[in-house]
């Protein structure tokens, strides 16, 4: 059994842990390992990509869509309580808890890009944008501070905003909604990078001048 433990762990809400605990029992009693559960959210993600892709023509997946976005979410959080749960948290195992969120990320908003429901440049910067996030974020951790979490625009956000501009599109009929969920997304990002490099910055002069942050 590995001793590991991961330097930084995303905040979760308690109530949305909650209802992961029985699924952490089942995962744990039938070693089920945690990598199999982060590439299962890839699973869900390419769904809700192909639901967004087919969506102009079969517009009810618009409200399918959002729900396998919160699946990957759900998953992207499994994982990481099994790998703890079961005493397997490694550091490969932080890199296969990290890298599968990213190609979701890109899965996700490429379905929305070519829906025909929106501009797709818009929904490809979207999906740079939460790239940009996640990637800074993790800059402080490199670098030997703090992992940034911070921001408007973190990864659960962003499927929220995308969820109201789907469900807008199904209930309005309008597909311009697409496009103003993507502005957002992509306004809130830039956001979320910039307080986060602030943030980094900061600890790293506090660390040089060896004031704790």
């Not at 102009?56 to 729900?67: D, E, Y």
């Not at 990957?72 to 994982?79: E, I, K, T, V």
């Not at 909604?177 to 980094?200: E, F, K, N, P, Y």
Request: charged share 15%; aromatic share 10%.
């Amino acid at each position: 059994m590995s001793t590991y433990q991961p330097a930084w762990r995303r905040p979760i809400a308690n109530a949305f842990r909650v209802t992961a605990r029985g699924a952490v029992r089942f995962c744990v009693r039938r070693r089920i390992h945690p990598d199999v559960i982060s590439y299962l959210s890839i699973v869900a993600s390419a769904v809700a990509a192909l639901a967004f892709w087919r969506s102009s023509s079969t517009r009810w997946l618009l409200l399918v869509a959002p729900v396998f976005c919160y699946v990957r979410l759900w998953l992207n959080m499994l994982d990481g309580m099994v790998a703890i749960a079961s005493q397997q948290a490694t550091a490969r195992g932080e890199i296969l808890n990290d890298l599968p969120d990213r190609v979701s990320d890109v899965l996700i908003f490429a379905g929305v890009a070519h829906s025909g429901l929106g501009t797709p440049w818009l929904g490809y910067w979207a999906a740079i944008c939460a790239l940009l996030t996640a990637y800074v974020g993790t800059l402080g951790q490199a670098v030997g501070v703090q992992r940034e979490f911070s921001g408007v625009m973190t990864k659960p956000w962003r499927m929220v905003v995308l969820h109201a501009g789907a469900w807008g599109v199904f209930a309005t009929g309008r597909a311009a909604i697409v496009d103003w969920t993507c502005l957002v997304i992509i306004a809130g990002c830039l956001q979320t990078i910039g307080l986060r490099l602030r943030r980094i910055l900061d600890a790293l002069d506090a660390k040089a001048e060896g004031v704790a942050p």
